[in-house]
């Protein structure tokens, strides 16, 4: 993976505070991106779709 210099010592920076590798400092990073997405998503309101499932008689 290609980066500026500036990210990666930003990145330096962050994982030594860390006292973790900078390699596991972007695995995180991309955790938390997911994490980050997933919640956008949930805000979201529901689609025409999604709520005749929800109300579907599963019985």
Do not use: F, N
Not at 15 to 40: H, M
């Amino acid at each position: 993976m290609r980066i500026d210099r500036a990210t990666h010592r930003e990145l330096k920076k962050l994982a030594e505070s860390r006292g973790a590798t900078v390699g596991d400092t972007v695995a995180l990073a991309v955790l938390r991106l997911r994490q980050y997405e997933i919640g956008v998503q949930l805000r979201c309101d529901l689609t025409d779709e999604e709520m005749t499932w929800l109300d579907a008689d599963l019985g």
